[in-house]
């Protein structure tokens, strides 16, 4: 081995590496095994082998490996060539005609997310007080179901939606709140969170069942609600009319006959007239108690109801625009998960071989050159037959 090593890297001479190698070799191979040193440049034996009973010789040849440091590569590689320079794509004018289309609405796309991110403010408090209404009308769902007025699948889906604007009300009421003073801390806080990012990409999703099995059906419903409302107003209108010219028909009657009261036909035909004006009162106030009902049910609806389904419409199109990275939200809960769970606590073995590598002493790192590695060979030398 003329070439000597010139540097013992990780140690810091050669006696201190002949002496962790060597009692590593000697508790890994056994005493008898010699160990080689290699630093890249240079070899060394630090250890004689000693040949066992069979005359054959083991050795630890140990590499010392430096990792080339490599600068950061150019970044402009090649690019796709575009429609024109592609002589085969060039006559396509469907092909072209769709690159533009969808790259006028990338580009109308990104315009309106950026106006979105210009008034943020004030889309996040509209999506608060949508959010409001959906909790209302998660609540009013509750309510049906609960009276049983509604079928179980729409009242599900509507209590789904609710519990889902409640999530975001939550968000989004805490962001709208530090935007409004100006809580810049806090505000990147909550962006960066776990829970924010995750509820703002899967919470409005939820809200698209019951948006495409109630919302329609809820503005026929608004409709047929405000027909039935006019109907009853009329009913109670022309039923208070006629009950007060029966009640009118009786007085008079009564009073044209008034010495005649003892007659069995006059006392006959007054009962016939005030049973019918009981009859007229009757159905006054079945007409007053359906639009009661029917009024109550308007103002849901009006208030709550068709607020709520537009609502949701707004917000999957804000949605749209600017969509939250669902990936962001589930990389963000694997690290709150991870950082909440305790860190293992490592035990290494003391009595392991490896530990006999460790040097007492490092030597120097020079800036700019990685860190060596160690590689570990085995060599076995066969004994020799020397013929006569």
């Excluded at 699948?153 to 209590?159: E, Y």
Aim: hydrophobic share 40%; glycine share 8%; charged share 15%.
């Amino acid at each position: 081995m003329p070439n000597a090593p010139s540097r013992w890297e990780p140690y810091c001479h050669r006696p201190d590496a002949a002496a962790h190698l060597s009692n590593f070799a000697g508790s890994v191979l056994g005493h008898h095994a010699g160990v080689i040193f290699f630093d890249g440049s240079g070899a060394t034996r630090l250890k004689s082998a000693i040949p066992d009973n069979d005359g054959d010789t083991t050795d630890l040849v140990v590499s010392i490996q430096r990792p080339p440091f490599f600068p950061v590569g150019f970044a402009g590689g090649s690019t796709a060539r575009s429609a024109q320079q592609n002589p085969r794509g060039g006559g396509n004018a469907i092909a072209q005609t769709a690159s533009r289309v969808l790259a006028d609405l990338g580009q109308a796309r990104s315009s309106a997310a950026q106006f979105v991110e210009n008034h943020k403010t004030a889309f996040d408090g509209a999506a608060t007080a949508v959010d409001v209404l959906g909790v209302l009308s998660g609540v009013v769902a509750m309510a049906s179901l609960l009276a049983g007025t509604v079928a179980l699948a729409p009242a599900v889906l509507g209590i789904v939606a609710g519990a889902a604007a409640l999530a975001l009300l939550s968000e989004d009421g805490r962001m709208f709140y530090y935007e409004v003073t100006g809580n810049e801390l806090r505000k990147r806080e909550l962006a960066s969170s776990w829970h924010y990012q995750m509820v703002e990409a899967v919470a409005p999703w939820l809200a698209l069942p019951d948006l495409a099995l109630s919302g329609l059906s809820t503005v026929r419903e608004a409709g047929q609600t405000a027909r039935t409302v006019a109907a009853a107003s009329n009913r109670i209108e022309t039923t208070t009319a006629r009950l007060a010219s029966q009640r009118e028909a009786i007085d008079a009657y009564s009073q044209a006959h008034a010495t005649k009261l003892n007659q069995s036909n006059i006392t006959t035909k007054i009962q016939r007239m005030r049973a019918k004006a009981n009859k007229l009162d009757k159905n006054l106030l079945r007409a007053q108690s359906k639009l009661t009902v029917a009024s109550r049910k308007l103002v849901v609806l009006r208030t709550i109801g068709l607020p709520a389904y537009a609502g949701t419409i707004y917000g999957m199109s804000v949605y749209g625009i600017d969509p939250p990275s669902l990936s962001d939200g589930l990389q963000a809960s694997e690290k709150a998960w991870h950082d909440r769970l305790p860190p293992p606590t490592p035990t290494p073995d003391p009595h392991h071989p490896a530990q006999l590598l460790v040097p007492a002493q490092t030597a120097a790192q020079v800036a700019g050159i990685a860190h060596p590695m160690m590689q570990f060979q085995v060599a076995v030398r066969p004994k020799t037959e020397v013929t006569q």
